[in-house]
């Protein structure tokens, strides 16, 4: 069983910066593609970023040019550096796996950025 384990969460005032980190228990290569997910109280769950295995990265427009989606494959941990935080992007932030062969999805439990104004 894939685990998945996100750290780096807490509190911070608008404008600050946290990078979240989600360790895997197995090579990270190994799945299609990595996300990071969100989800604020009283809200739908949405895609923040995503990362192929082949490294192509895509993010959610509302954080362009703010969060960035990287990978160490030696240490199998994916990270979303966050810049210039906003109230608006408290939420719990949840690391996501993908294969395809077999089908699986993998998910962490969730770590919580609160972002103070």
């Known amino acids: 069983q894939v685990q998945l384990v996100e750290s780096g969460g807490g509190l911070v005032q608008a404008g600050g910066s946290l990078r979240l980190s989600c360790a895997a228990s197995?090579?990270?290569?190994?799945?299609?593609?990595m996300h990071w997910y969100r989800q604020a109280p009283g809200k739908q769950r949405e895609l923040v970023a995503v990362?192929?295995?082949?490294?192509?990265?895509n993010y959610a427009d509302s954080v362009k040019g703010r969060f960035t989606i990287s990978r160490d494959s030696a240490n199998n941990t994916l990270y979303l550096q966050m810049n210039s935080l906003r109230p608006e992007d408290t939420a719990v932030y949840y690391c996501?796996?993908?294969?395809?062969?077999?089908?699986?999805?993998?998910w962490g439990p969730g770590t919580q950025v609160t972002v103070s104004s």
């Open positions: 990362i192929s295995n082949g490294g192509i990265t």
């Open positions: 197995r090579t990270i290569f190994s799945f299609n593609a």
């Open positions: 996501h796996a993908r294969q395809t062969f077999p089908p699986r999805e993998y």
